[in-house]
């Protein structure tokens, strides 16, 4: 059985999963993490902003502008709404589909898309692969695409804080493919031991790239691992923003206040491909597709703003036309920007650079002008 401390134990039509948004707009009072509302507006906003990135940079992809990204659409409520939750002196350390996160934490546009560029404007100095963007800043580690090795980095740093008596959480992102690796054992074992204040986010997709959740585990849902590591396990609605926010807000809260470690799986669904690389129609059935489609999690947060008189069309296309009109904006100074330059290879290891580095920098710079 679940342990049912983290929300208030009850009975619902999904069963063991916590859900707050009805499909009429209205919430669970039970359950309901009462946001103000400019937070509800900012979580949607920052949901919206993450999904119109998302095919704005597909398309870019698909021009040759950029040369991979890995979308979420689909996903919005589960990564913004469980990044709302934490506060600024927190960490966060994402898998690979969470720029709406970063975002939220105020890393600029613009840096962002330098880094999908790979360009003179990239904070990390085109040293990284694409996609792989870094908001030290914000709390918020660099991507790491090997699956699952973020979660013992995210275990690390928690354990780091609680060893420092320093206030604040980690949340870690990771998917369900993710649950089948070392990594994860390792990590969940740690921090139950030692009870390192993490939120361990398992966004379950239904798939690892052409792989069902079905061959990731024989055992019953994915939150149920949490008992056997000695901390909480809890399901919750994925496309549900508000059964996002409350979870992981009430986990973190209980990681601060020295009572440990916590598992959220969020059940969501991609909808689009694995990647730029990627064509799901090879592996999956598009009625499948259509059936989550239905509880799109940007429409129900929508419903939310609209039955509480918060939300309408004038508002929905304002914002849709500014976010647009930004991304246009971020992408033309973006791609105004120079090449990385050569010397930023041969820079950051030695104080002084040896001789073999300067001759080297000399042939990478004539390499650069012919
Ligand atoms: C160690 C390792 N093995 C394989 C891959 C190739 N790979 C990239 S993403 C992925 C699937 C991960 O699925 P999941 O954890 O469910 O996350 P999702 O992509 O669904 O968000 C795989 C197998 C990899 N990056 N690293
Ligand atoms: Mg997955």
């Given at each position: 059985?679940?342990?049912?401390?983290?929300?208030?134990?009850?009975?619902?039509?999904?069963?063991?999963?916590?859900?707050?948004?009805?499909?009429?707009?209205?919430?669970?009072?039970?359950?309901?993490?009462?946001?103000?509302?400019?937070?509800?507006?900012?979580?949607?906003?920052?949901?919206?902003?993450?999904?119109i990135l998302d095919n704005r940079m597909l398309a870019l992809q698909r021009q040759g502008r950029i040369g991979f990204y890995?979308?979420?659409?689909?996903?919005?409520?589960?990564?913004v709404g469980a990044a709302m939750a934490m506060e600024p002196?927190?960490?966060?350390?994402?898998?690979?589909?969470?720029?709406?996160a970063a975002l939220l934490r105020?890393?600029?546009?613009?840096?962002?898309?330098?880094?999908?560029?790979?360009?003179?404007?990239?904070?990390a100095k085109g040293r990284q692969m694409p996609c792989?963007?870094?908001?030290?800043?914000?709390?918020?580690?660099?991507?790491?695409?090997?699956?699952?090795?973020?979660?013992?980095?995210?275990?690390?740093?928690?354990?780091?804080?609680?060893?420092?008596?320093?206030?604040?959480a980690v949340l870690v992102y990771f998917g369900d493919g993710a649950t089948s690796t070392p990594d994860?054992?390792?990590?969940?074992?740690?921090?139950?031991?030692?009870?390192?204040?993490?939120?361990?986010?398992?966004?379950?997709?239904?798939?690892?790239?052409?792989l069902p959740v079905s061959r990731q585990t024989a055992g019953a849902p994915l939150a149920e691992k949490a008992p056997a590591y000695g901390m909480e396990g809890v399901r919750v609605d994925g496309m549900d923003a508000l059964a996002v926010y409350g979870a992981v807000r009430r986990a973190a809260n209980a990681a601060r206040n020295g009572q440990g470690p916590a598992l959220v799986e969020a059940l969501t669904y991609r909808f689009g491909p694995h990647s730029s690389s990627d064509d799901p129609s090879r592996y999956r059935d598009e009625k499948e597709v259509a059936v989550w489609m239905a509880r799109d999690p940007l429409v129900?947060?929508?419903?939310?703003?609209?039955?509480?008189?918060?939300?309408?069309e004038g508002r929905e296309a304002s914002l849709e036309k500014e976010i647009g009109d930004e991304i246009t904006q971020a992408v033309a100074e973006a791609e105004a920007m120079p090449p990385v330059p050569v010397e930023t290879f041969f820079e950051d290891v030695y104080a002084e650079p040896t001789w073999n580095l300067r001759e080297e920098l000399g042939e990478a710079r004539s390499v650069r002008r012919g």
């Open positions: 059985m679940l342990s049912h401390r983290l929300h208030a134990a009850r009975k619902n039509p999904l069963g063991d999963i916590v859900r707050v948004l009805q499909d009429d707009g209205s919430v669970d009072p039970s359950a309901d993490p009462n946001l103000s509302r400019d937070d509800a507006v900012r979580l949607y906003r920052g949901m919206t902003l993450e999904r890995g979308p979420s659409v689909g996903q919005e409520a589960a990564i002196d927190d960490w966060i350390v994402p898998q690979y589909r969470e720029p709406g105020g890393m600029p546009l613009k840096d962002l898309i330098c880094q999908f560029m790979t360009n003179g404007g990239d904070p792989h963007y870094v908001f030290a800043k914000g709390h918020y580690l660099s991507i790491s695409s090997p699956v699952g090795t973020q979660i013992p980095h995210a275990m690390g740093i928690a354990w780091g804080m609680k060893l420092r008596k320093e206030p604040a994860f054992h390792v990590a969940m074992n740690f921090a139950g031991v030692y009870r390192a204040p993490c939120v361990f986010f398992c966004n379950n997709n239904q798939w690892a790239i052409s129900r947060l929508r419903r939310f703003l609209e039955a509480r008189g918060w939300w309408d």
